[in-house]
């Protein structure tokens, strides 16, 4: 199993320059993509349910402060994510880089605030409220593997 920063090392090579916001949301449906897809986490991080959507505290101490970073930003914490992950591991990332890529970390946000999984982890918390309450695997699971689930990332399920 990956850890969160190789994940997101691999996602930014990827995506290119781009907003924190937007890597922590392909970071967080990579999560969902590969447990409904392999019954198996990515990584084993929390991801917990911030004001503008799943965030993954440890990775969100590595860009503290940044808007935007280049795709090169994480390599110094990790310089051979490429090789570190399977190949499983990579497909699932590249599937969710390649179905998101045109969204805006915004659009991305707004997104995870009309599914479930985020709804629950924050329950009756007022939506300009600070949260850390984590979002389970289980709920990931369930909703993101229900032939419900209209997201784009799962839309061929």
């Known amino acids: ?14 995506l290119g320059c781009t907003s924190t916001m937007k890597l922590q949301k392909v970071v967080f449906y990579s999560q969902a993509y590969h447990l409904v897809e392999h019954q198996e986490p ?24 940044q ?9 110094e914490r990790c310089p051979e994510a490429e090789q570190e992950l399977t ?5 699932s990332i590249d599937h969710v880089v390649n179905i998101l890529n045109n969204f805006t970390g915004v659009q991305l946000s707004e997104l995870t605030h009309n599914e479930d999984p985020w709804q629950q982890a924050r329950g009756n918390c007022a939506p300009n409220i600070h ?27």
Request: aromatic fraction near 12%.
């Open 67 to 75: 808007f935007v970073i280049d795709d090169s930003y994480l390599d």
């Open 131 to 157: 949260s850390k309450a984590p979002i389970s695997r289980d709920s990931i699971y369930g909703y993101y593997s229900s032939p419900q689930c209209s997201n784009p990332v799962f839309a061929s399920k």
């Open 87 to 91: 190949d499983e591991e990579r497909a």
């Open 42 to 65: 990515l990584f084993e991080e929390e991801i917990q349910a911030w004001i503008n959507g799943p965030v993954v505290s440890e990775l969100f101490q590595t860009h503290k402060g």
């Open 1 to 14: 199993m990956a850890n969160v920063i190789t994940v997101a090392t691999y996602a930014l090579h990827k």
